[in-house]
């Protein structure tokens, strides 16, 4: 049973940059997508960013287009999120997840559905 662990939230003042990392450990059968999801308290759950482990193509949410970069490294067990001009919408927990179940054309679907997430980081960002 795969497990991913977050780290790398915290805060930042608007404008600046964070960025956050996920670690893959144990077997993971099935690998397709991994991604990054983010909810703020009182909103609905957000996709920021995915990438398709078979191509490496990315995917990223309007709201982020632009600004935040998914990147994997070590053979694709680490999964980062660089986050560059934060805004304060920003602030949320951010979610690691693997393993699309659900429609491969949208990983960031509100109601897309990963098999494994991680525990969250937090991130803050301030005036």
């Known amino acids: 049973q795969a497990q991913l662990a977050e780290s790398g939230g915290g805060s930042a003042q608007a404008g600046e940059s964070l960025k956050l990392s996920c670690v893959v450990s144990?077997?993971?059968?099935?690998?397709?997508?991994m991604a990054w999801f983010r909810q703020a308290p009182g909103k609905e759950r957000e996709g920021v960013a995915a990438v398709y482990l078979g191509n490496d193509r990315a995917y990223y949410g309007d709201s982020v287009a632009g600004r935040f970069a998914i990147a994997l490294d070590n053979g694709q067990r680490t999964v980062y999120l660089q986050m560059d001009s934060l805004k304060l919408e920003d602030t949320a927990m951010y979610y690691c997840v693997a393993d699309l179940l659900t429609d491969y054309d949208y990983p960031l679907a509100p109601n897309a559905q990963y098999t494994y997430w991680g525990q969250g980081t937090s991130v803050t960002v301030s005036s």
């Open positions: 144990g077997f993971m059968p099935r690998r397709n997508f």
